[in-house]
Nanobody, 123 residues
């Protein structure tokens, strides 16, 4: 299965913003549903957001709704996760993967997680 590459993580203070990028050089991402998951230290991985490849609808988990926005840039073959008003509980490793994107959830049945990108929100 083709793998996506995440980037853009780093350390920020609470309340600040960050944008994560997800790219792949060999596959045209606009035809696929792409999702972002995250794994906080000591916790299970959770679905954060996704964008549909069929109709462009998006899903955001309640914990990030109103603060995070997922979007595509087809010209750059990329999917972004814009994260605003970051909180300490947003800390974790963020992964992007091809998913099934529903109105109220995101699902990934594979086990081909990339390296992810670490986001640390701390004062």
């Amino acid at each position: 299965q083709w793998q996506l590459a995440e980037s853009g993580g780093g350390s920020v203070q609470p309340g600040n913003s960050m944008r994560l990028s997800c790219v792949n050089s060999g596959v045209t991402l606009e035809y696929y549903s792409i999702g972002w998951f995250r794994q906080a230290p000591g916790k299970e991985r959770e679905g954060v957001s996704c964008i549909s490849g069929s109709d462009g609808h998006t899903y955001h988990a309640d914990s990030v709704k109103g603060r995070f926005t997922i979007a595509r840039d087809n010209a750059k073959n990329a999917v972004y996760l814009q994260m605003n008003s970051l909180k300490s509980e947003d800390t974790g490793v963020y992964y992007c993967v091809p998913v099934s994107c529903y109105d109220r959830s995101v699902w990934y049945g594979g086990n081909d997680w990339g390296e992810g990108t670490l986001v640390t929100v701390s004062s």
